[in-house]
């Protein structure tokens, strides 16, 4: 088999009080200010993050900068325009005097109404010096679109690896709530998938069009209908689903096999073999198995010239950030591997109560350099 | 091939993995939609909805199809296939003559539209890969086409074009086959890589091409392999223009036409991506500046009897590949009447209960007496006396609605003779769906009523035939009645209605004002439908409009002074694209033309109508703009709409 030690094989993950503690800890020996970049979100989760790291080390200088999505608000009722509002203000208050919030518009559509979030997102940090003057940089994804922070992510781990003068660390944080997930309603799905620029893992090549093709979708719930759109851009002739395991909910992963019964046995005809189980709450775990299973399919396929993955997250911002991490040290290692994706058009919350748990994920700098030089 | 225990979930011709099944499963009547004479000259813009058939139509002259189906050819059930392809011209004794090359259009093409970069230079990035995917597409058909491997067997493969206007920047002609990979895949690479890398783009670098030089290396004459050409004729054929800017898509349709392809040239797009404007077009005539596109809807439409035995066709081919012993066709799937105690009871009642009504409604008069005893007179089936008792409950209805109209109070026994006139397949059509309604009897099931209700497009048909299929199958394994009854087919068509009617906001764009629109036609068809007279028997499914409001519609200019009627628009649009409407263009009636807008007919099941098309009635534009904000409810004054 190919040999290709993960990049994250050892990790930071921590989760609830021990991030904070954590937090608490680091930014004692830290001179630098700290840079949270976040959305205005709706997403009553989009603030936790940014609150409870600035509460943990109240001494520190931070800044925020902050996505705003100006033509996205089309796409929202006037309920969750004031809660992104309200949101706003949260994270200004929560900076304060440790710093300066800097929005950052960027625009959801071109004039012509095609979907230019994940360019403009990749686009967000073009340049080494504006990450250097940090000691650390938090993404929180709880308030941002996979579109958004797929790209967005790529983008900071891309300028860290380019640019080795550079010790900023960067962490990825997110809020994780199940049951408010559920609650966030998903409609008027685009017409047509597409894989995520940057992250497009050779599939457009037609000089390798013959090259079998692996899909590998994370499955959540009711996403029939972004799963068979999805289908249609990949075209796959293998379908390896992820199913969370272990999980909160133990059933879980039956659930979900029960729920696409039909799609994933009569329409893709998925071998039961094939499913790969990884930990719910654990992104490094479904990274180490997505990592896995693209590594076999190209050495079982070799004699084919190899193959091309494509990644789908259907699930939570948890576990698609273990696709993320997959797809981003794959690509880095030129390999064909994808992330394709559908957005949707319009939301819509029946419940904001939520009982989220902070998840931390520390991606890049100095735990890993002591980490390669030992 | 990977086992599949239902073979009718295979909805899409790339989920079905060999040529050989492709082909077992393939019912050859589509082909009838291409003109003899010009099906592979010049350009053709083929469209649909999702699901109508583009992408088999597209895969069925690939080359590794075609040759399996010349190796085939004397199977019976691939003879008639066989015998329309080589009327087509595309297969004869030796094995196929024509090379298809099928070139998925979707991928990296609009990212080149949001570079920072001019018009022009964006243009050339365009042209440039989409000619080196063109070549290399034609390479790969080339090779198979030959039964060669690709990409070893290249350099066997002979480049040559004098007659093309321009140079391909950087190829060098004549060539080999391994030399014109090499350009195309280098040509490719360089800007795809530029696209997805997560550093600065440097477009200075990327090669940009004037037009779409490629077309001329299509030519038959231009490819030989050890010498001789490979084919007679070539067919490009550009699938998913519709994930093209439309910009690109307009460039790309008026370079072809400008330079006279040498090849034919087929560009398949889905009805999801044609603005508000093409799609109100849809199904005309005007404007045209290149063939007339292939609709694969609007075919059907005119043949729709043809499309329902198509689909019983279809049917028959999935069910025979799925090997079960007890299931030879789909027939033997579904029952097809009302028979056995049960519902002769149902029937009996109804009779009674009908009978009593007509009766105490026409306490002290003799007019219908006549009509009475003639029903009662009538024999056949207790299904069929009861669609007369229903049906003579209408005519009663109707004489009365008349004479109130009339204000004439003439209580003269009317001849039986007259309710005879009056009665036709129509009336007894509405009585049969009245019946069914009131009496809680079945209505949608049978072979006919199921492929009616695919509504136009093959990929909506194997929802529905699957559904019954699974259920017949696991009938099987019960060692049950395989055979479905009309009430299990019934409720499963009203579950897949529900199904659908409740997934319109997550599938379609703008899809709470469209469904909120599609109840106002459905709430007003059904009220409209049920009325005591049944007036338009058997029932009306769908809207109209006049052909000069739809001119309206598709007036940008008009639409900016009326933006209800924009938003209108845009919602029409929207559930045609997705096939939720079914548009007839140029009806005429009352001296008018009329856009007929027709519920899809598994609307029709959620709102309890009749499968016809045709039967409407019209709205004026401002009732149909409230309906998207507003509730149908029947009017007081029933008249008043009349």
């Given at each position: 088999?190919?040999?290709?030690?993960?990049?994250?094989?050892?990790y930071v993950?921590?989760?609830?009080?021990?991030?904070s503690?954590?937090?608490?800890?680091?930014?004692?020996?830290?001179?630098?200010?700290a840079l949270?970049?976040l959305?205005?979100?709706?997403?009553?989760?989009?603030?936790?993050?940014i609150?409870?790291?600035?509460?943990s080390?109240a001494?520190?200088?931070?800044?925020?900068?902050?996505?705003?999505?100006p033509?996205?608000?089309?796409?929202?009722s006037?309920?969750?325009?004031?809660?992104?509002?309200d949101?706003?203000?949260?994270i200004?208050?929560t900076?304060?005097?440790r710093g300066t919030?800097?929005?950052?518009a960027?625009?959801?559509f071109?004039?012509?109404?095609r979907?230019?979030?994940?360019?403009?997102a990749a686009?967000?940090?073009?340049?080494s010096d504006?990450l250097?003057?940090y000691?650390?940089v938090?993404?929180?994804?709880?308030g941002?679109?996979r579109?958004i922070f797929f790209?967005l992510?790529?983008?900071l781990l891309?300028?860290?690896d380019?640019?080795s003068?550079?010790h900023?660390?960067l962490f990825v944080?997110v809020s994780?709530?199940?049951?408010?997930?559920?609650?966030?309603?998903h409609?008027?799905?685009?017409?047509?998938?597409?894989?995520?620029?940057?992250f497009?893992g050779?599939?457009?090549?037609?000089?390798t069009?013959?090259?079998?093709?692996?899909w590998?979708?994370i499955?959540?719930e009711?996403?029939?209908?972004?799963?068979?759109?999805?289908?249609?851009?990949?075209?796959?002739?293998?379908v390896c689903p992820?199913?969370p395991?272990?999980?909160?909910?133990?059933r879980r992963?039956?659930n979900?096999v029960?729920?696409y019964?039909?799609?994933l046995?009569d329409?893709l005809?998925?071998?039961p073999?094939?499913f790969?189980?990884a930990a719910?709450?654990?992104?490094f775990?479904v990274y180490?198995?997505?990592?896995?299973?693209?590594?076999?399919?190209n050495d079982?396929?070799?004699?084919?010239?190899?193959?091309?993955v494509?990644?789908s997250?259907?699930?939570?911002?948890l576990?698609?950030m273990?696709a993320?991490?997959a797809?981003?040290?794959?690509?880095?290692?030129d390999m064909d591997?994808?992330?394709?994706?559908i957005?949707?058009?319009?939301?819509?919350?029946?419940?904001?109560?939520?009982d989220s748990?902070?998840f931390?994920?520390?991606?890049?700098?100095?735990?890993?350099e002591r980490e390669?030089a030992? | 091939?990977?086992e599949?225990?239902?073979?009718?979930?295979?909805?899409?011709s790339?989920s079905?993995?060999?040529?050989n099944?492709?082909?077992?499963?393939?019912?050859p009547?589509i082909l009838d939609?291409l003109?003899?004479?010009?099906?592979?000259?010049k350009?053709?813009?083929?469209?649909?909805?999702a699901?109508g058939?583009?992408?088999?139509l597209l895969?069925?002259?690939?080359?590794?199809?075609?040759h399996t189906?010349?190796?085939?050819r004397t199977?019976?059930?691939l003879?008639?296939?066989?015998?329309k392809?080589?009327?087509?011209?595309a297969i004869n004794?030796n094995?196929?003559?024509l090379?298809?090359v099928?070139?998925?259009?979707?991928q990296?093409?609009?990212?080149l539209?949001?570079l920072?970069?001019?018009?022009a230079r964006?243009n050339?990035l365009?042209f440039?890969l989409l000619?080196?995917r063109?070549?290399?597409?034609?390479l790969?058909?080339?090779m198979?086409?030959r039964?060669?491997?690709?990409?070893?067997d290249?350099?066997?493969l002979?480049?040559?074009?004098?007659t093309m206007?321009?140079?391909?920047?950087?190829?060098s002609?004549?060539c080999?086959?391994?030399?014109l990979?090499?350009w195309a895949?280098?040509?490719?690479?360089q800007?795809?890589?530029a696209?997805?890398s997560?550093?600065?783009?440097e477009s200075?670098?990327?090669p940009?091409?004037?037009t779409?030089m490629?077309l001329?290396?299509?030519?038959?004459?231009a490819?030989r392999?050890?010498?001789?050409?490979i084919v007679?004729?070539?067919l490009l054929?550009?699938?998913?223009?519709?994930?093209?800017?439309?910009?690109?898509?307009?460039?790309?349709?008026?370079t072809?036409?400008e330079?006279r392809?040498?090849?034919?040239?087929?560009?398949?797009?889905?009805f999801?991506a044609?603005?508000?404007?093409?799609?109100?077009?849809?199904?005309?005539?005007?404007?045209?500046?290149?063939?007339?596109?292939?609709?694969i809807?609007?075919?059907?439409?005119?043949?729709f009897?043809r499309?329902?035995k198509?689909?019983i066709?279809i049917a028959?081919?999935?069910v025979?590949?799925?090997?079960?012993?007890?299931?030879?066709t789909f027939g033997?799937?579904?029952?097809?009447?009302?028979?056995?105690p049960?519902w002769?009871?149902?029937f009996?009642?109804?009779?009674?209960?009908?009978e009593?009504?007509?009766?105490?409604?026409?306490?002290?008069?003799?007019?219908?007496?006549?009509?009475i005893?003639?029903?009662?007179l009538?024999e056949g089936t207790?299904?069929?006396r009861?669609?007369?008792?229903?049906s003579?409950?209408?005519l009663?209805?109707?004489?009365r609605?008349?004479k109130?109209k009339?204000?004439?109070f003439d209580?003269e026994?009317?001849?039986?003779d007259?309710?005879?006139?009056?009665s036709?397949?129509s009336?007894?059509?509405?009585?049969e769906?009245?019946?069914a309604r009131?009496f809680?009897?079945?209505?949608?099931y049978g072979?006919?009523?199921?492929?009616r209700?695919?509504?136009?497009?093959?990929?909506?048909?194997?929802g529905?035939?699957g559904?019954v299929?699974a259920e017949?199958?696991?009938?099987?394994?019960?060692?049950?009645?395989?055979?479905l009854r009309?009430?299990?087919q019934?409720?499963?068509m009203?579950e897949?209605?529900k199904a659908?009617?409740?997934?319109?906001?997550q599938r379609?764009?703008h899809g709470?004002?469209?469904r909120?629109?599609l109840e106002?036609?459905g709430?007003?068809?059904?009220?409209?439908?049920?009325?005591?007279?049944?007036k338009?028997?058997?029932g009306?499914?769908g809207?109209?409009?006049?052909m000069?409001e739809?001119?309206n519609?598709?007036?940008?200019?008009y639409?900016k002074?009326?933006?209800?009627?924009?938003r209108l628009?845009r919602i029409?649009?929207?559930?045609?694209?997705?096939?939720l409407?079914?548009?007839?263009?140029?009806y005429n009636?009352?001296?008018?033309?009329?856009?007929?807008l027709?519920l899809n007919r598994?609307?029709?099941?959620?709102?309890?109508?009749p499968?016809g098309y045709g039967?409407y009635?019209?709205?004026p534009l401002?009732t149909?703009?409230?309906?998207?904000?507003?509730?149908f409810?029947?009017p007081a004054?029933?008249?008043a709409?009349?």
């Amino acid at each position: 088999m190919t040999k290709l030690i993960p990049r994250w094989r050892d990790y930071v993950l921590l989760r609830g009080a021990m991030l904070s503690d954590f937090w608490t800890d680091h930014c004692r020996s830290c001179q630098e200010p700290a840079l949270f970049v976040l959305a205005k979100s709706f997403d009553p989760r989009s603030c936790l993050g940014i609150e409870t790291l600035v509460n943990s080390a109240a001494a520190r200088r931070a800044d925020a900068r902050v996505l705003l999505f100006p033509n996205e608000q089309s796409l929202m009722s006037a309920d969750l325009l004031k809660r992104a509002e309200d949101n706003f203000k949260r994270i200004h208050e929560t900076i304060g005097p440790r710093g300066t919030v800097t929005p950052h518009a960027l625009q959801f559509f071109s004039a012509e109404g095609r979907r230019v979030a994940s360019q403009n997102a990749a686009r967000v940090f073009t340049k080494s010096d504006e990450l250097s003057q940090y000691s650390d940089v938090i993404v929180d994804i709880s308030g941002m679109p996979r579109s958004i922070f797929f790209p967005l992510v790529g983008s900071l781990l891309f300028l860290l690896d380019r640019d080795s003068a550079i010790h900023t660390n960067l962490f990825v944080v997110v809020s994780e709530d199940a049951a408010l997930d559920a609650n966030i309603g998903h409609d008027q799905i685009e017409e047509f998938a597409d894989f995520l620029p940057t992250f497009r893992g050779g599939f457009a090549l037609e000089a390798t069009a013959e090259l079998p093709k692996v899909w590998i979708p994370i499955l959540g719930e009711s996403r029939l209908v972004q799963l068979d759109r999805i289908y249609d851009v990949v075209k796959p002739d293998e379908v390896c689903p992820i199913l969370p395991s272990p999980a909160r909910n133990p059933r879980r992963g039956d659930n979900l096999v029960r729920e696409y019964h039909d799609f994933l046995f009569d329409t893709l005809r998925v071998d039961p073999r094939d499913f790969i189980y990884a930990a719910e709450q654990n992104p490094f775990e479904v990274y180490r198995q997505i990592h896995r299973a693209v590594l076999q399919y190209n050495d079982s396929l070799k004699s084919l010239g190899g193959c091309k993955v494509a990644l789908s997250a259907l699930s939570s911002k948890l576990m698609s950030m273990g696709a993320l991490l997959a797809a981003y040290e794959l690509k880095s290692s030129d390999m064909d591997v994808g992330v394709a994706h559908i957005e949707c058009n319009g939301y819509g919350m029946t419940d904001a109560k939520t009982d989220s748990e902070l998840f931390g994920m520390w991606l890049a700098g100095t735990c890993y350099e002591r980490e390669n030089a030992a | 091939m990977k086992e599949t225990r239902n073979p009718f979930r295979l909805r899409r011709s790339e989920s079905i993995e060999t040529d050989n099944a492709f082909l077992n499963l393939f019912e050859p009547g589509i082909l009838d939609i291409l003109s003899a004479e010009e099906w592979c000259e010049k350009v053709h813009p083929l469209r649909s909805a999702a699901g109508g058939g583009k992408t088999s139509l597209l895969r069925l002259f690939t080359p590794s199809v075609l040759h399996t189906l010349h190796a085939r050819r004397t199977e019976d059930t691939l003879k008639p296939l066989h015998q329309k392809i080589s009327e087509l011209g595309a297969i004869n004794e030796n094995g196929p003559c024509l090379l298809g090359v099928v070139l998925l259009c979707g991928q990296n093409y609009a990212n080149l539209h949001d570079l920072d970069l001019d018009q022009a230079r964006r243009n050339r990035l365009f042209f440039s890969l989409l000619n080196a995917r063109v070549v290399l597409a034609t390479l790969r058909g080339a090779m198979a086409i030959r039964q060669l491997e690709y990409p070893r067997d290249l350099d066997r493969l002979t480049v040559t074009c004098p007659t093309m206007p321009e140079q391909l920047p950087g190829l060098s002609m004549p060539c080999n086959g391994r030399q014109l990979f090499a350009w195309a895949a280098s040509v490719e690479d360089q800007i795809c890589n530029a696209l997805d890398s997560f550093g600065p783009l440097e477009s200075g670098a990327l090669p940009g091409h004037d037009t779409l030089m490629s077309l001329w290396l299509l030519r038959p004459d231009a490819l030989r392999i050890d010498g001789t050409p490979i084919v007679t004729r070539t067919l490009l054929m550009m699938d998913d223009i519709h994930k093209l800017t439309a910009d690109q898509r307009r460039t790309l349709i008026e370079t072809v036409i400008e330079l006279r392809s040498p090849v034919g040239v087929w560009i398949a797009e889905r009805f999801e991506a044609l603005s508000t404007e093409e799609m109100l077009a849809s199904g005309s005539e005007e404007g045209r500046d290149h063939e007339r596109p292939i609709e694969i809807e609007q075919y059907w439409r005119k043949y729709f009897a043809r499309f329902e035995k198509y689909c019983i066709r279809i049917a028959d081919r999935r069910v025979a590949i799925a090997d079960s012993p007890d299931l030879k066709t789909f027939g033997t799937c579904i029952a097809g009447t009302l028979d056995g105690p049960e519902w002769t009871k149902r029937f009996t009642d109804a009779c009674a209960v009908i009978e009593a009504r007509i009766h105490s409604s026409a306490v002290g008069s003799k007019k219908y007496d006549a009509w009475i005893s003639g029903v009662k007179l009538q024999e056949g089936t207790p299904q069929e006396r009861a669609i007369a008792w229903r049906s003579l409950e209408i005519l009663i209805a109707r004489d009365r609605s008349r004479k109130q109209k009339s204000l004439l109070f003439d209580d003269e026994p009317i001849s039986e003779d007259e309710r005879q006139e009056q009665s036709d397949s129509s009336l007894n059509h509405a009585a049969e769906l009245f019946l069914a309604r009131e009496f809680d009897i079945p209505y949608y099931y049978g072979s006919d009523r199921l492929s009616r209700l695919a509504s136009l497009n093959i990929q909506q048909f194997l929802g529905i035939a699957g559904d019954v299929f699974a259920e017949s199958l696991a009938a099987t394994l019960k060692d049950g009645p395989t055979m479905l009854r009309p009430q299990r087919q019934h409720e499963l068509m009203k579950e897949a209605a529900k199904a659908w009617w409740e997934s319109i906001p997550q599938r379609v764009m703008h899809g709470h004002e469209v469904r909120r629109f599609l109840e106002g036609i459905g709430e007003f068809s059904r009220w409209y439908t049920f009325g005591p007279t049944a007036k338009n028997d058997p029932g009306v499914s769908g809207t109209a409009i006049r052909m000069s409001e739809r001119a309206n519609l598709m007036d940008p200019e008009y639409l900016k002074r009326n933006p209800e009627h924009a938003r209108l628009a845009r919602i029409i649009a929207s559930a045609l694209a997705h096939n939720l409407l079914v548009a007839d263009l140029d009806y005429n009636c009352k001296n008018e033309k009329w856009l007929v807008l027709n519920l899809n007919r598994l609307l029709c099941v959620h709102f309890d109508l009749p499968l016809g098309y045709g039967q409407y009635k019209e709205r004026p534009l401002k009732t149909l703009c409230q309906w998207i904000d507003k509730r149908f409810s029947p009017p007081a004054d029933q008249e008043a709409l009349l």
